[in-house]
Nanobody, 123 residues
Framework: QLPLVESGGDLVQPGGSLRLSCTAS????????IGWFRQAPGKEREGVSC????????YYADSVRGRFTVSRDNAKKTVYLQMNSLKPEDTAVYYC????????????????WGQGTQVTVSS
Protein backbone atom coordinates (compact mmCIF):
# COMPACT_ATOMS: atom_id res chain seq x y z
CA GLN A 1 0.00 0.00 0.00
CA LEU A 2 1.05 3.55 -0.71
CA PRO A 3 -0.48 5.90 1.88
CA LEU A 4 -1.20 8.95 -0.27
CA VAL A 5 -2.20 12.08 1.61
CA GLU A 6 -3.27 15.35 0.05
CA SER A 7 -3.08 18.68 1.83
CA GLY A 8 -3.34 22.37 1.10
CA GLY A 9 -7.01 22.70 0.30
CA ASP A 10 -8.71 25.82 1.57
CA LEU A 11 -11.29 28.52 0.91
CA VAL A 12 -9.90 31.10 -1.50
CA GLN A 13 -11.31 34.05 -3.38
CA PRO A 14 -11.64 34.01 -7.17
CA GLY A 15 -8.34 34.92 -8.74
CA GLY A 16 -6.40 33.54 -5.81
CA SER A 17 -3.88 30.74 -5.62
CA LEU A 18 -3.38 27.52 -3.70
CA ARG A 19 -0.72 24.85 -3.68
CA LEU A 20 -1.79 21.31 -3.03
CA SER A 21 0.66 18.68 -1.83
CA CYS A 22 0.63 14.93 -2.23
CA THR A 23 2.87 12.77 -0.07
CA ALA A 24 3.16 9.09 0.83
CA SER A 25 5.35 9.30 3.88
CA UNK A 26 7.58 7.49 4.62
CA UNK A 27 7.70 6.32 1.00
CA UNK A 28 8.95 8.31 -1.94
CA UNK A 29 7.06 8.93 -5.15
CA UNK A 30 10.09 8.93 -7.46
CA UNK A 31 8.98 5.99 -9.59
CA UNK A 32 5.31 6.79 -9.64
CA UNK A 33 3.39 8.69 -12.23
CA ILE A 34 1.04 10.98 -10.33
CA GLY A 35 -2.40 12.07 -11.38
CA TRP A 36 -4.46 14.86 -9.91
CA PHE A 37 -8.22 14.53 -10.09
CA ARG A 38 -11.13 16.52 -8.80
CA GLN A 39 -14.77 15.91 -8.15
CA ALA A 40 -17.38 18.55 -7.56
CA PRO A 41 -20.77 17.76 -6.01
CA GLY A 42 -23.07 16.18 -8.53
CA LYS A 43 -20.35 15.94 -11.17
CA GLU A 44 -18.16 13.16 -12.46
CA ARG A 45 -14.56 12.92 -11.45
CA GLU A 46 -12.30 14.91 -13.75
CA GLY A 47 -8.65 14.26 -14.50
CA VAL A 48 -6.84 17.56 -13.97
CA SER A 49 -3.17 16.77 -14.48
CA CYS A 50 -0.84 13.82 -14.90
CA UNK A 51 2.90 13.93 -14.19
CA UNK A 52 5.40 11.45 -15.59
CA UNK A 53 7.78 9.73 -13.23
CA UNK A 54 10.64 9.73 -15.73
CA UNK A 55 10.64 13.45 -16.54
CA UNK A 56 8.79 16.67 -15.78
CA UNK A 57 6.36 16.40 -18.65
CA UNK A 58 2.73 16.56 -17.68
CA TYR A 59 -0.75 16.49 -19.11
CA TYR A 60 -3.26 19.19 -18.23
CA ALA A 61 -6.97 19.26 -18.82
CA ASP A 62 -8.14 22.10 -21.04
CA SER A 63 -10.03 23.57 -18.12
CA VAL A 64 -6.83 24.18 -16.13
CA ARG A 65 -4.07 24.48 -18.72
CA GLY A 66 -2.12 27.69 -18.23
CA ARG A 67 -3.37 28.10 -14.66
CA PHE A 68 -2.27 24.90 -12.92
CA THR A 69 1.25 23.50 -12.73
CA VAL A 70 2.26 20.11 -11.38
CA SER A 71 5.75 19.41 -10.09
CA ARG A 72 7.61 17.04 -7.83
CA ASP A 73 10.34 17.35 -5.23
CA ASN A 74 11.77 13.89 -4.77
CA ALA A 75 13.95 15.00 -1.87
CA LYS A 76 10.79 16.00 -0.02
CA LYS A 77 8.86 13.00 -1.34
CA THR A 78 6.13 15.35 -2.47
CA VAL A 79 4.22 16.19 -5.62
CA TYR A 80 2.64 19.62 -5.86
CA LEU A 81 -0.26 21.09 -7.78
CA GLN A 82 0.11 24.87 -8.00
CA MET A 83 -3.23 26.41 -8.81
CA ASN A 84 -3.37 30.04 -9.91
CA SER A 85 -6.16 32.30 -11.15
CA LEU A 86 -8.69 30.11 -9.39
CA LYS A 87 -12.30 30.24 -10.50
CA PRO A 88 -15.49 29.22 -8.70
CA GLU A 89 -15.77 26.28 -11.09
CA ASP A 90 -12.51 24.93 -9.67
CA THR A 91 -14.36 24.18 -6.44
CA ALA A 92 -14.09 20.45 -5.78
CA VAL A 93 -12.42 17.77 -3.71
CA TYR A 94 -8.98 17.22 -5.17
CA TYR A 95 -7.33 13.81 -5.13
CA CYS A 96 -3.88 12.62 -6.02
CA UNK A 97 -3.36 9.13 -7.36
CA UNK A 98 -0.27 7.08 -8.14
CA UNK A 99 0.66 4.40 -10.61
CA UNK A 100 4.01 2.67 -10.97
CA UNK A 101 4.91 3.63 -14.52
CA UNK A 102 7.18 5.98 -16.42
CA UNK A 103 4.67 7.87 -18.49
CA UNK A 104 1.46 9.14 -17.03
CA UNK A 105 -1.87 8.60 -18.70
CA UNK A 106 -4.83 10.34 -17.15
CA UNK A 107 -7.05 7.43 -18.19
CA UNK A 108 -4.85 4.80 -16.55
CA UNK A 109 -6.08 2.64 -13.71
CA UNK A 110 -4.25 4.28 -10.85
CA UNK A 111 -3.32 1.89 -8.11
CA UNK A 112 -3.33 4.20 -5.12
CA TRP A 113 -5.56 7.09 -4.14
CA GLY A 114 -5.56 9.68 -1.40
CA GLN A 115 -8.56 10.74 0.64
CA GLY A 116 -8.85 14.15 -0.97
CA THR A 117 -8.61 17.79 0.07
CA GLN A 118 -11.38 20.36 -0.33
CA VAL A 119 -10.80 23.42 -2.48
CA THR A 120 -13.50 26.08 -2.38
CA VAL A 121 -13.29 29.16 -4.56
CA SER A 122 -15.79 31.76 -3.49
CA SER A 123 -16.06 35.42 -2.63
Amino acid sequence: QLPLVESGGDLVQPGGSLRLSCTASPYGLDYYAIGWFRQAPGKEREGVSCLNSVNDSAYYADSVRGRFTVSRDNAKKTVYLQMNSLKPEDTAVYYCAAILRRLCRIDAEFHYWGQGTQVTVSS
